[in-house]
């Protein structure tokens, strides 16, 4: 404790090494619909790779996330571009304030910005190639598992 009575510690962490991750996020993106005419639809999915200097994976990770929210709101800064199908004497500064008041009202940006990734995965740079065995590993396994269990069923009926 200081002189006050107040309680303080000097706490030194040494620094750690930086090492290369990667961290790879996949997202399923929803279509979004207007009552209208208006449809906007996405691809199903939309994947991310980070190559990201960190020194621990949990900083890695943070690091990408970071990185993607700069990436989507410097995308969202561009939104008025999707009027340029327009004829651009038909663009005016209404027609603007209108398409962003539609794209607030129906939260289209903010449920975009929040979207939760559908799988994230990440290791070091020099353990990607096993990463990437072992999960083609698994999946096959489950593939295995799923085509048996179906003719069990089957053979139930």
């Avoid at 960190?54 to 990770?61: F, L, Q, Y």
């Avoid at 799988?119 to 990463?131: H, K, N, V």
Wanted: glycine share 2%; aromatic share 10%; proline share 3%.
């Amino acid at each position: 404790m200081d002189e006050k009575g107040i309680p303080s510690a000097l706490v030194r962490v040494p620094a750690k090494e930086q090492q290369e991750y990667v961290v790879q996020m996949a997202f399923e993106l929803p279509d979004v619909e207007k009552e209208s005419k208006l449809t906007v639809h996405f691809d199903d999915t939309q994947g991310y790779s980070f190559h990201i200097y960190a020194s621990s994976i949990m900083e890695a990770i943070d690091r990408a996330w970071q990185v993607l929210m700069v990436m989507k709101a410097e995308l969202v800064t561009g939104y008025p571009a999707i009027l340029e199908e327009i004829d651009d004497d038909d663009v005016t500064y209404h027609s603007l304030h209108s398409f962003r008041a539609f794209l607030l009202d129906k939260h289209i940006i903010k449920k975009w910005m929040l979207l939760e990734p559908m799988g994230m995965q990440a290791c070091l740079l020099s353990d990607e190639e096993r990463l990437k065995d072992f999960t083609a590993d698994v999946v096959y396994s489950e593939m295995k598992n799923t085509v048996s269990d179906v003719e069990n069923f089957l053979k139930d009926k």
